[in-house]
Nanobody, 117 residues
Framework: QVQLVESGGGLVQAGGSLRLSCAAS????????MGWFRQAPGKEREFVAL????????NYADSVKGRFTISGDSARDTVHLQMSSLKPEDTAVYYC??????????WGQGTQVTVSS
């Protein structure tokens, strides 16, 4: 089992920045990717960004490219999402996600990000 704890959400004005963090604990040795998804009210959960733990390769949704940066700290089993130039449409609950080499998938409890116009 893997446990994920997110932090760093909050309220910010459009154009501002926030940094989300997600700390993993438990059986993290088989981590393949760590990433972030988000879910806005009335919408389905959508992919935001991920990092391949062994190589550091990253991937982003088109809607956040150039504005968000994902990074990993393997020593602390922590992944960060630096969000800049935030827009009201970025408002959502952000969920941390981890996928193991065995295709097990785990989710955090979510952290609210609200961007005011």
């Amino acid at each position: 089992q893997v446990q994920l704890v997110e932090s760093g959400g909050g309220l910010v004005q459009a154009g501002g920045s926030l940094r989300l963090s997600c700390a993993a604990s438990g059986r993290t040795s088989s981590t393949y990717t760590m990433g972030w998804f988000r879910q806005a009210p009335g919408k389905e959960r959508e992919f935001v960004a991920l990092i391949v733990w062994s190589s550091g390769l990253t991937n982003y949704a088109d809607s956040v490219k150039g504005r968000f940066t994902i990074s990993g700290d393997s020593a602390r089993d922590t992944v960060h999402l630096q969000m800049s130039s935030l827009k009201p449409e970025d408002t959502a609950v952000y969920y941390c996600n981890i996928v193991s080499y065995g295709a097990d998938r785990y989710w955090g409890q979510g952290t609210q990000v609200t961007v005011s116009s």
